[in-house]
């Protein structure tokens, strides 16, 4: 060849990277140094995407350009970041952020995607505000990965910022950033907002992302006649659903009671789109049959299948069970999930709600005993709400909050006030073995009902109180706050682990079908 050898190689190396024959590109290196060649900064960054991207170990590059003295250079060390944050392995990518000499914008988005990508949004935010703090402008890819982990850490008022930010640096015509901002203000409970960003996206350049995110945003915020509604226009448009849209198109029917629209979707996939079924859209529809108490046809679904199924699927039939109160069919449910995954704890947590639910305390001893000799634990159930940009978490029964006194004063102002609107405690949804009077005040104090408690207190009056949990929200919980909405005259926005509860004058946006 007239070039140098060590230069071609790194042209086949990079262009096998970006052509995704990431395996050709670790073999051209290896052959490379078997030939003598010194690896340079220009051989090192694809090779590290390759090895990433093929879930390979960066261990062996980084020593390899230490040893080259490759590390101050800034494309090598953005390089070594990236990687190591697509590895999910974030301790070894913030130390190598932090020992760069220099930093740009794509240092700071290689570390803040990687964080986000792996669900630390907590993490990727605070990298944000580091970012914006240090003077480096976002690019369109840090501002999508921003929101996203708005969405995921539902920030709203951080993410109307990065919104603000994007229209500034004239970042929000990115294809990728409207479709982060429309699924950032759909999981933060914001729909209007949502729509206004989708209806602002030229057409020409909505692609199926785009419906998808508002498709799940209307179905999440009870919506889902509304979901079939956009996927409609959608296929007029000419944009082709893709595997994700029908888990969004199916949810909607779920959470909607839309049975017949569900099965005339799901059966659409294979024959008028091509796509094959998955283990997502059969928990969908385990879920959709389930919720209208069609267990038989759910399980003969199942029965019928050639789709692997995984967890989730028998997970949602177990969730029905208990809606349904059919013990039977939730052991053997609970049985498959721990087949597949013996350490899970949603099974036990289910199996015992509906045996206490059902008065059987002796099965809900067992369960527990057999978790706890087990070494499995629950997740704790907890709440949060938003004022004055502050975050305040809360949990059943807690009194560490600086307000507490206060909380509680004002929860036991809410039940007076709701019982004289008729509320009457549903104390089947409570899951100690005590009396009424007992059962009655542990389901006042559940995380929910003392963070809209704090919610009227510090939340300006003509705002919605904005009420995240991290589980379901219990049935007495869910009648008690849309009472309380009503006679306090407030929209309270409720998000449980499920769907948003926009709940206003004595109705939810749910219709009581969550």
């Known amino acids: 060849m007239v070039v140098p050898p060590g230069v071609a190689y790194n042209a086949a190396i990079s262009r096998c990277s970006r052509a995704g024959l990431h395996q050709r590109a670790l073999a051209l290196l290896h052959e490379m140094r078997a030939r003598g060649h010194r690896a340079d900064e220009y051989t090192l960054p694809p090779a590290l995407n390759s090895a990433a991207l093929l879930r390979l170990p960066a261990d062996a590059l980084h020593s390899l350009l230490l040893r080259a003295g490759l590390a101050a250079h800034l494309h090598v060390a953005n390089a070594l970041v990236d990687a190591y944050a697509k590895l999910s392995r974030h301790g070894a990518a913030r130390a190598v952020f932090d020992e760069m000499p220099r930093r740009d914008v794509v240092s700071w988005t290689s570390l803040l995607t990687g964080l986000a990508r792996s669900r630390s949004h907590d993490s990727a935010l605070q990298v944000y505000r580091d970012m914006v703090a240090a003077g480096v402008g976002p690019d369109e890819f840090s501002v999508a990965a921003a929101l996203s982990s708005c969405a995921g850490a539902t920030a709203l008022e951080l993410g109307r910022s990065v919104h603000a930010a994007a229209v500034r640096l004239a970042l929000d015509p990115f294809l ?170 949603v099974p036990y947590v289910m199996l015992s709600n509906l045996y206490s639910r059902a008065g059987r305390w002796g099965d809900v001893a067992r369960v527990r005993t057999s978790m706890k000799a087990r070494g499995i634990t629950k997740e704790p159930g907890c709440s949060w709400v938003a004022a004055n940009g502050v975050t305040h978490l809360f949990y059943v029964e807690d009194r560490r909050h600086p307000r507490a006194a206060e909380v509680y004063r004002k929860v036991e102002e809410m039940t007076e006030r709701i019982r004289g609107q008729g509320y009457v405690a549903d104390t089947a949804w409570a899951l100690q073995d005590e009396g009424p009077e007992g059962r009655e005040k542990g389901l006042a104090h559940h995380s929910e009902r003392l963070a809209v408690a704090f919610g009227l207190l510090a939340v300006p009056a003509g705002a919605p109180i904005r009420v995240f949990k991290n589980l379901r929200v219990c049935g007495d919980c869910h009648a008690a706050i849309k009472m309380v909405a009503q006679a306090y005259g407030r929209e309270i926005v409720l998000r449980d682990s499920n769907c948003f509860h926009h709940m206003k004058d004595g109705a939810c946006s749910c219709g009581d079908y969550w």
């Open 176 to 345: 990728s950033v409207g479709n982060s901002l429309v699924s950032m203000y759909a999981k933060t409970g914001s729909l209007g907002e949502a729509k206004k960003v989708f209806d602002a996206t030229r057409v020409d350049r909505c692609d199926p992302i785009t419906w998808t995110a508002l498709i799940v945003g209307y179905a999440q915020n009870g919506r889902g006649r509304e979901s079939l509604e956009i996927y409609a226009d959608m296929v007029r448009s000419g944009c082709r659903p893709d595997y994700v849209t029908f888990i969004g198109l199916l949810f909607a029917c779920s959470h909607a009671g839309l049975v017949d629209a569900g099965r005339a979707h799901f059966r659409s996939m294979q024959a008028e789109h091509g796509i094959a079924p998955g283990a997502d859209h059969y928990a969908c529809m385990v879920d959709l049959l389930g919720r209208a108490g069609r267990l038989d046809e759910a399980m003969d679904l199942l029965n019928r299948s050639t789709t692997r199924l995984d967890a989730t699927v028998w997970k949602a039939l177990l969730a029905a069970c208990r809606t349904h109160r059919n013990a039977e069919l939730a052991e053997h449910a609970a049985a498959m999930v721990w087949r597949l995954d013996p350490t899970d704890a």
